[in-house]
């Protein structure tokens, strides 16, 4: 399966800042990147899916100028969290397909904390 | 509009029972279901199926699939501690995966 590289793993920033999350494809080459987000005791709800060298494909209802999305390289795709508030405080976590995408391997995901 | 949905939402067993998990699905351009245990952070995988009526086995924990019905179960027999964890079903349509609202378990000693 796939190694999946996620940092930071846990940030605290104030309202109004920018924060960006990257994830690493380790071992394989990723034409296909999934970002979730997580409530306390909830399930993982996609945001969007990162398509390399192209623009990403975003959920009903996720805002894409909130949530920047980069995915320049078949190993890295990047989430900004923009003008973060305290609501965007959440568990991001991003997955790769895998071979053919049958299966999503995990990053070790991403707490964000917005004061 | 495609859903996943799990039952029960929440378990608490004692260490050595049975446990059945439930997850069915409303989709069109169904590819496969996933099953997933997550502890802390990531998700690790435990089943993917494809095909109606065949079981998948690992250890303990066994899972089938009813595509007529539209529904999973995942079975974990003598449950451990260790097993205590939310069990996330996905389902796979073309190319993104949609995950169900999980079934958090505890299992007591």
């Known amino acids: 399966g796939a190694v999946v590289s996620q940092h930071p793993s846990r940030v605290i920033c104030k309202s109004g800042t920018s924060v960006k999350i990257e994830c690493r494809s380790l071992?394989?080459?990723?034409?296909?990147m999934f970002w979730y987000r997580q409530f306390p005791k909830q399930s993982l709800m996609l945001m969007a899916t990162?398509?390399?060298?192209?623009?990403?494909?975003?959920e009903q209802g996720v805002e894409k100028d909130k949530f920047l999305i980069n995915h320049a390289s078949l190993t890295l795709s990047t989430l900004t969290v923009t003008s973060a508030h305290p609501e965007d405080s959440s568990f991001y976590i991003c997955?790769?397909?895998?071979?053919?995408?049958?299966?999503?391997?995990f990053g070790s995901g991403t707490q964000l904390s917005v004061l | 509009e495609d859903k996943v949905v799990q039952s029960p939402l929440s378990l608490v067993v004692h260490e050595g029972d049975t446990v059945t998990l439930n997850c069915s699905y409303e989709?069109?351009?169904?590819?496969?279901l996933l099953w997933y245990k997550q502890e802390k952070k990531a998700p690790t995988f435990l089943f993917m199926l494809?095909?109606?009526?065949i079981e998948k086995k690992s250890g303990r924990l066994s899972s089938i699939l009813d595509k007529k019905e539209l529904f999973s179960i995942l079975n974990i027999t003598a449950t451990q501690t260790g097993d205590s964890a939310v069990y996330l079903c996905?389902?796979?349509?073309?190319?993104?995966?949609?995950f169900g609202t999980g079934t958090s378990l505890t299992v007591i000693p």
């Open positions: 494809t095909s109606s009526g």
């Open positions: 071992d394989f080459q990723a034409t296909t």
């Open positions: 989709v069109t351009n169904f590819r496969s």
């Open positions: 996905a389902v796979r349509y073309w190319t993104q995966f949609y």
């Open positions: 990162s398509n390399e060298g192209s623009k990403a494909t975003y």
């Open positions: 997955s790769v397909g895998g071979t053919a995408n049958e299966k999503l391997f």
